[in-house]
């Protein structure tokens, strides 16, 4: 079954963008108008590049290159990576993880982008003809793996690029090759998939964009050739792409987390890029509720030492976002492109889509942020300082692809370090990790982030059908909040839970929780650390390196803290291949009989001019 089959769908946004396109009877003013098959060619640049870039782009960029030192060493650095691959053994037909030709499809997408790109600037035939082994290599494989879509979308995209970039340094018979592949392996399965109306074809997350960003390249690049095959394609394309950036409204999050967004936000401005390029239209796809205002998601969710609140199935890392320079220059935000350089590792897309900006655009942001789409909240004290401290919040839902059950967890980072950390995704190959078993897995359960446990149980440790909120936000520039209703999520354990998460005098973080339940509760409250725990009953000392945290409990009295294992908290067996853990341990607060509750817990850098803040209800913050 194929793992698209497995995710786990957020209904509302598919339904109400999916009816669009699948249902005829809909009002077209609710949906983008797309020409038809036969007429979306019409404006089709017959020139070669016409991907992304043209041929005067490539010239513009080698003159700016002489100019603009940020360019110089970023082409410098990218050629390097060229000249290593010129000794590298061309791609194999292999499975890496038993599973997906995923891997191998990234790699050529890497390669031919820095081969083609470093050709384009220097003329040294070498580029070209390691291009060629490359693109020969995949083109010959068996297919491109569409039982796991992805890997297609990938590689049709990668010999697109090899194919338009290097267009004019192909002989007939070498582009015919070419395009036959692209037709064959990637554009045809993609067509399949159409005609069926369902998988990545309807969903409303990262597959959308990848599948049709993949696809769309591969079309655009061969479509003076094959304009019926192209244009089926692209006409399915833009009605089907509209269903996955309905998730960007209203405020241009992303509910998979920022990793997905990086992934998923990468291929739709390609995808929009190159139609803009190669038809001198997009159809409205950039000006589609939220698309301006994604750049901000990336720039809230990464904290001061460039590790993101890494919820749902990602790591805490972004990477190079090349796409942060394409969005600042359609939508004219210059603070997209001061992260951007911020985060940039000289890719070919940051090269081609790199213009400066003011550095100093960023600190003028507000330090808060609440995204309503995904509820997710962003704190922090200062911009630009490696040592400000900062919080990633969450309410939201578990039904939401890529989902943890992490309703009411949250991050931290202050003094240049992390300390409170979310463990990331398991191994995507564990039996039933997007199925019945995910909620067996540690990572993806409540007692495996920074949140409640109520009553421990077996299988999912909060409800898997809820839909929790940020019921409240508060930005000032002493003291800022948010509150979070969590009812939904423990509805089978008590009658009321709210997590409120506060950055007050700057730099000082209060966790408080307010929990009723008709019954005494088992609850427990964890914090996973990489730091060293030292207790002294309701006080606890983290330490890392010559760093330091304290947190206090200030309510209720006699609570105390203790350390745990990163384990699960029931002994009996647990599915067997989970990811070590060993690394972090748990601040723990266990109140085994808890009826009516408020639990505050303040958390302070340093071990001095430690603070008492007055207790107050949530309702009163």
């Given at each position: 079954?194929?793992?698209?089959?497995?995710l786990?769908?957020f209904?509302t946004?598919?339904?109400?963008?999916?009816?669009?396109w699948?249902?005829p009877?809909?009002?077209?003013?609710?949906?983008l108008?797309?020409p038809?098959?036969?007429?979306?060619?019409?404006?089709?640049?017959?020139?070669?590049?016409?991907?992304?870039?043209?041929?005067?782009d490539?010239?513009?960029l080698?003159?700016?290159?002489?100019?603009?030192?940020v360019?110089?060493?970023?082409?410098?650095?990218l050629?390097?990576?060229?000249?290593?691959?010129?000794?590298?053994?061309?791609?194999?037909?292999?499975?890496?993880?038993?599973?997906?030709?995923?891997?191998?499809?990234?790699?050529?997408v890497?390669?031919?982008?820095?081969?083609?790109m470093?050709?384009?600037?220097?003329s040294?035939?070498?580029?070209?003809?390691?291009?060629w082994?490359?693109?020969?290599?995949?083109c010959?494989?068996?297919?491109?793996h569409?039982k796991?879509?992805?890997?297609?979308?990938?590689?049709t995209?990668?010999?697109?690029?090899?194919y338009?970039?290097l267009?004019?340094?192909?002989?007939?018979?070498?582009r015919?090759?070419?395009?036959?592949a692209?037709?064959?392996?990637?554009?045809?399965?993609?067509?399949?998939?159409?005609?069926?109306?369902?998988?990545?074809?309807?969903?409303?997350?990262?597959?959308?964009q990848?599948?049709?960003?993949g696809?769309?390249?591969g079309?655009?690049a061969?479509?003076?050739?094959?304009?019926?095959?192209a244009?089926?394609f692209?006409?399915?394309?833009?009605?089907?792409?509209?269903?996955?950036?309905?998730?960007?409204a209203?405020?241009?999050?992303?509910p998979?987390?920022?990793g997905?967004?990086?992934?998923?936000?990468?291929y739709?401005?390609i995808?929009?890029?190159?139609?803009?390029?190669?038809?001198?239209?997009?159809?409205?796809?950039?000006?589609?509720?939220?698309?301006?205002?994604?750049?901000?998601?990336?720039i809230?969710?990464?904290?001061p030492?460039?590790?993101?609140f890494?919820?749902?199935?990602?790591?805490?890392?972004?990477?190079?976002?090349?796409?942060?320079f394409?969005?600042a220059?359609r939508f004219?935000r210059?603070?997209?492109?001061?992260?951007?350089?911020h985060?940039a590792?000289?890719?070919?897309?940051?090269?081609?889509w790199?213009e400066?900006?003011?550095?100093t655009?960023l600190?003028?942001?507000?330090?808060?942020?609440f995204f309503h789409?995904?509820?997710?909240?962003?704190?922090?004290?200062?911009w630009?300082?490696p040592?400000a401290?900062?919080?990633?919040f969450?309410a939201?839902?578990?039904?939401?692809?890529?989902?943890?059950?992490?309703l009411?967890?949250?991050?931290?980072?202050?003094?240049?370090?992390?300390?409170?950390?979310?463990?990331?995704?398991?191994?995507y190959?564990l039996?039933?990790?997007f199925?019945?078993?995910?909620?067996?897995?540690?990572?993806?359960?409540?007692?495996?982030?920074?949140?409640?446990?109520?009553?421990?149980?077996?299988?999912?440790?909060?409800?898997?059908?809820?839909?929790t909120?940020?019921?409240?936000?508060?930005s000032?520039?002493?003291?800022?909040f948010?509150?979070?209703?969590l009812?939904?999520a423990y509805?089978n354990?008590?009658q009321?839970?709210?997590?409120?998460?506060?950055?007050?005098?700057?730099?000082?973080?209060?966790i408080?929780?307010?929990?009723?339940?008709?019954?005494?509760?088992?609850?427990?409250?964890?914090?996973?650390?990489?730091?060293?725990?030292s207790l002294?009953?309701?006080?606890?000392?983290?330490?890392?390196?010559d760093?330091q945290?304290?947190?206090?409990?200030?309510?209720p009295?006699?609570?105390t803290?203790?350390?745990?294992?990163?384990?699960p908290?029931?002994?009996?067996?647990?599915?067997?291949?989970?990811?070590?853990?060993?690394a972090?341990?748990?601040?723990?607060?266990?109140?085994?009989?808890?009826?009516?509750?408020?639990l505050?817990?303040?958390?302070?850098?340093g071990?001095e001019?430690?603070?008492?803040?007055?207790?107050?209800?949530?309702?009163?913050w």
């Amino acid at each position: 079954m194929r793992l698209l089959k497995r995710l786990f769908i957020f209904g509302t946004i598919v339904q109400s963008f999916a009816a669009l396109w699948l249902c005829p009877n809909v009002s077209a003013a609710e949906h983008l108008p797309i020409p038809s098959a036969e007429n979306i060619l019409s404006h089709l640049d017959k020139n070669h590049p016409r991907l992304l870039a043209s041929s005067n782009d490539f010239v513009r960029l080698s003159q700016n290159i002489v100019t603009n030192p940020v360019l110089k060493a970023w082409s410098e650095k990218l050629q390097k990576e060229a000249d290593k691959m010129l000794t590298e053994a061309p791609s194999k037909y292999e499975l890496t993880d038993g599973v997906r030709l995923l891997a191998i499809s990234r790699r050529t997408v890497d390669r031919i982008y820095a081969l083609a790109m470093v050709y384009k600037l220097t003329s040294d035939q070498r580029y070209l003809d390691r291009a060629w082994l490359e693109l020969k290599t995949v083109c010959e494989f068996q297919d491109w793996h569409p039982k796991h879509f992805l890997d297609t979308a990938e590689m049709t995209h990668a010999v697109a690029i090899g194919y338009d970039w290097l267009y004019h340094s192909w002989t007939p018979e070498q582009r015919a090759f070419l395009r036959h592949a692209i037709v064959t392996m990637g554009i045809k399965p993609a067509l399949e998939v159409y005609l069926k109306k369902n998988g990545w074809a309807a969903t409303a997350f990262n597959w959308n964009q990848v599948c049709n960003g993949g696809i769309g390249t591969g079309a655009l690049a061969i479509a003076e050739d094959e304009p019926a095959l192209a244009g089926e394609f692209l006409h399915d394309s833009l009605n089907s792409i509209q269903i996955a950036m309905g998730t960007y409204a209203p405020d241009g999050a992303w509910p998979e987390g920022p990793g997905y967004w990086d992934y998923a936000t990468r291929y739709n401005v390609i995808f929009v890029a190159s139609l803009q390029t190669a038809l001198h239209t997009d159809f409205g796809l950039g000006d589609l509720p939220g698309f301006s205002d994604a750049g901000y998601f990336p720039i809230y969710m990464t904290g001061p030492i460039g590790r993101t609140f890494n919820f749902a199935d990602a790591h805490d890392r972004i990477g190079n976002p090349p796409e942060m320079f394409w969005l600042a220059q359609r939508f004219h935000r210059p603070e997209f492109t001061a992260f951007g350089q911020h985060m940039a590792g000289g890719s070919p897309l940051e090269l081609l889509w790199f213009e400066a900006s003011d550095p100093t655009t960023l600190p003028k942001l507000p330090p808060n942020k609440f995204f309503h789409k995904a509820q997710v909240v962003s704190l922090r004290s200062q911009w630009n300082d490696p040592n400000a401290t900062f919080i990633g919040f969450k309410a939201g839902s578990p039904k939401i692809n890529h989902s943890h059950l992490d309703l009411g967890s949250f991050v931290l980072d202050a003094q240049g370090q992390r300390w409170a950390n979310d463990l990331a995704g398991d191994n995507y190959n564990l039996p039933g990790y997007f199925g019945k078993g995910r909620w067996e897995y540690y990572r993806l359960r409540a007692e495996g982030h920074n949140t409640l446990v109520l009553n421990p149980k077996s299988g999912p440790d909060q409800n898997l059908s809820t839909d929790t909120k940020i019921i409240r936000f508060q930005s000032t520039t002493t003291n800022s909040f948010a509150i979070a209703d969590l009812t939904p999520a423990y509805e089978n354990d008590a009658q009321k839970v709210q997590r409120g998460i506060a950055l007050i005098n700057r730099d000082e973080v209060i966790i408080q929780d307010e929990v009723q339940c008709d019954q005494p509760a088992d609850l427990w409250w964890f914090l996973h650390t990489q730091a060293k725990i030292s207790l002294t009953g309701s006080t606890a000392t983290l330490t890392i390196g010559d760093k330091q945290m304290t947190a206090r409990i200030l309510s209720p009295k006699g609570a105390t803290f203790t350390k745990m294992k990163d384990e699960p908290l029931s002994t009996s067996p647990h599915p067997e291949g989970q990811a070590n853990d060993s690394a972090f341990d748990k601040l723990t607060i266990h109140l085994p009989k808890t009826k009516n509750l408020r639990l505050t817990v303040i958390l302070t850098p340093g071990t001095e001019n430690q603070s008492r803040p007055k207790v107050k209800p949530l309702q009163n913050w």
